[in-house]
């Protein structure tokens, strides 16, 4: 029998699966258009659950559009049945004790890490190994999760190319205090970044809106519809050809300080998908963004810490470079 919208209801094809049970989600007028991995992750009733998890369930058939397997980026209309379907829990996360990253802190509620460049937080599609999670399960077997089973701990996140401090949390309940705490603003996260030219400022405030750029839905941009995004910014030292500076971000968008320094003309180093050939830096072979101080409350015991980072190597030789310090000798 066709849908009402049109589409076609294809067969259940659940039978090869181990299902526990199944539950129904009636797409409403004000998500029609959305896609579908997005209105899930807004819409499918599991807080915290992200957009790659949603797309892993997606392309297992976990998920069935009007009875038909769909794909992430199918739009949905009103009145479509999203069915989703709870599954015995799959593959454990394979522990790998040679990823790298350094322990800052920890307490029975939370981990505190300094993530170097290069390595992925979590697992997705393309990176399903070699990440920080597979790196911590090696360390901190309790933290694996069924509820959670891609992102055991993980608060927020780092792109792959930026380096510094991250919070982990230990249980679910620490890890929801945790999120509470950075929705809330009570947190603060710095950042010290590398952008192109001179900014005659000493301080300023970027407060633009960001959402994904309707020509490569794999970035973002500056965008009237898009969530409010706001970030300060001080200038810690002006060099030949660029600025130093710290930035605090208010809210958490998806590469923030990337999007909004290059939205002013200002790209940060290394950053050629935002900055283009304006972002080049000889010998730079990542993006000049350090997470450099963490301040937050440990669910432990409410107690308020500090935590900084001092920049990587291969960004105190970039700078280096630029003041015409001499290079250590390797």
Do not use: C
């Not at 992430?72 to 990823?99: K, M, N, Q, T, Y």
């Not at 509820?147 to 780092?158: A, M, N, S, Y």
């Not at 300080?257 to 998908?273: E, Y």
């Amino acid at each position: 029998m066709p849908a009402a919208n049109g589409r076609r209801r294809g067969p259940l094809r659940a039978e090869s699966r181990e299902v526990r049970d199944a539950r129904m989600v009636i797409v409403p007028p004000f998500a029609a258009g959305d896609r579908l991995d997005g209105f899930l992750q807004r819409h499918g009733g599991e807080p915290g659950r992200s957009r790659s998890e949603w797309q892993r369930l997606i392309g297992v058939e976990a998920v069935l559009l009007n009875g038909s397997p769909s794909k992430p980026s199918e739009r949905v209309r009103e009145g479509d049945r999203v069915r989703i379907f709870a599954l015995a829990r799959g593959p454990a996360l394979p522990p790998e004790d040679f990823v790298s990253f350094s322990v800052v802190y920890e307490d029975p509620a939370m981990i505190v890490v300094d993530k170097p460049a290069g390595v992925v937080v979590h697992p997705a599609p393309g990176n399903e190994r070699g990440t920080l999670v597979n790196g911590l399960l090696a360390r901190f077997p309790e933290l694996r999760s069924d509820e959670d089973e891609l992102r055991p701990g993980i608060v927020h996140r780092l792109d792959k190319d930026t380096s510094g401090l991250m919070v982990i949390g230990r249980t679910l309940t620490a890890v929801a205090n945790l999120q509470r705490q950075m929705q809330s603003g009570s947190t603060e996260k710095r950042y010290l970044l590398l952008v192109r030219g001179g900014i005659d400022e000493d301080a300023g405030i970027i407060d633009r809106p960001i959402g994904r750029d309707p020509r490569n839905r794999q970035r973002m941009a500056v965008r009237s519809e898009g969530r409010a995004s706001v970030t300060h910014f001080w200038v810690r030292s002006r060099l030949p050809g660029w600025t130093l500076l710290e930035a605090l971000l208010l809210t958490g968008r998806t590469h923030q300080l990337r999007v909004h320094f290059a939205s002013i003309g200002h790209p940060v180093a290394g950053d050629t998908p935002y900055g283009h050939k304006g972002a080049a830096f000889p010998g730079l072979r990542r993006q000049f963004l350090h997470s450099h101080l963490l301040r937050l409350r440990s669910p432990h015991d409410n107690a308020e810490h500090t935590f900084t980072s001092d920049l990587p190597p291969e960004l105190e030789a970039a700078l280096n470079r630029l003041t015409g310090t001499p290079q250590p000798q390797q």
